[in-house]
């Protein structure tokens, strides 16, 4: 890890509040932005103007959980938060006298397409289709729409970030009542107006065999100090274990650290009411997201969980099995 001040822009968020102290507690300066409880506000450029101005690193975490129902206002509210933050950081760079060395933008591991096939990587990988795919091509697109000649760009695609809360909260509460089978595609009625929106997930892999890429929340900040002090690296990178699995054995795993033995398959059909009342999308479990880490690893960058279950234990406080 470098030294110089850090820009983070979306610190309130679960990844935000994990880099925060980590990076305080190395000795460095940090300046925060978010809608509220953060230094900075959005709405003031000129404040964030002089932050980024002789900043060692600008950190783009800002964007609204795509954890809803695609709703048209939620649609746009979803690209807005992260193209107007985006382009703000952007602005700020392009005024800096001593703009940043680095800047590291949240993308997703989404962008490339439905894969049961082959993983992708950042060399070989397919982009998708869709609104998410949409959505992330758009929020790269920011990344690199203006001019900045002093300032290396990452745009980090992530994987599912596994953690203390985060996408996991969830998960554990429905194993611990029985509800932690794998969770199994099927047909499932599309109407012309979400298939208009690209907002539906078409049928793929049966019996929860869709890959799942993950990557823990703590080799994702190891990620962005590698970052740092790897020059060569820019551009797309894929922020994702080297060892993905499937979703029945991500489910099992989960089941597995918390101590219950039995989980049904949960059919799509129910996956869709489920999702209806929580007001989510089933894309964000059926979706075979298979994402390789081929820049980090010919980098050299070594996961402090390159296996799934030590990364289920330690975001779950279980102990080794």
């Known amino acids: 890890m470098r030294d110089g001040r850090v820009v ?18 190395a000795g460095r300066e940090v300046v925060t932005i978010s ?29 609204k959980s795509v954890n809803c129902r695609y709703t048209p206002a939620n649609r746009a509210a979803i690209f807005a938060s992260r193209l107007h933050t985006t382009a703000s950081l952007g602005t700020a760079i392009s005024r800096a006298i001593e703009p940043p060395a680095l800047w590291v933008n949240s993308s ?20 998708g289709t869709g609104f998410s795919v949409e959505v992330a091509k758009a929020w790269e697109a920011a990344l690199y729409a203006e001019d900045l000649p002093a300032t290396r760009r990452v745009a980090l695609r992530s994987a599912i970030v596994l953690g203390h809360g985060g996408v996991l909260g969830p998960l554990k509460n429905l194993a611990r009542i029985g509800l932690g089978g794998a969770q199994h595609d099927g047909p499932w009625p599309i109407s012309r107006a979400r298939r208009r929106a690209g907002t539906a997930h078409l049928r793929g ?17 190891r990620i962005i100090d590698f970052l740092e002090e790897t020059d060569s690296l820019e551009g797309a990178v894929n922020a994702a274990a080297p060892n993905p699995v499937d979703n ?6 989960v089941r597995r650290a918390l101590g219950v033995r039995f989980g049904p ?18 894309e964000l479990i059926l979706k075979s997201r298979w994402v390789l880490p081929e820049k980090l ?8 969980y390159p296996t799934l279950e030590p990364a289920i234990r330690e975001s779950f406080d279980v102990a080794p099995a």
Do not use: N
């Open 8 to 25: 983070i822009g979306g610190s309130t968020g679960f990844m935000g509040q994990y880099l925060l102290p980590r990076l305080r507690a």
């Open 205 to 221: 892999a049966g019996h929860g065999r869709q890959r799942f890429s993950w990557v823990h929340v703590e080799d994702v900040a």
């Open 265 to 282: 398959p949960m059919p799509r059909w129910m996956l869709e009411l489920g999702a209806i009342g929580i007001r989510t999308e089933t």
């Open 35 to 63: 809608r509220s409880g953060a230094d900075l506000g959005w709405d003031d450029q000129a404040a964030i103007d002089r932050a980024v101005d002789g900043a060692a690193l600008v950190i783009g975490l800002a964007g």
């Open 108 to 127: 997703t591991a989404t962008i490339y397409r439905h894969a049961e096939d082959r993983p992708m990587t950042e060399s070989s990988g397919e982009i």
């Open 248 to 253: 029945t054995e991500f489910m099992a795993t």
């Open 297 to 304: 690893t010919r980098a050299g960058f070594e996961f402090r």
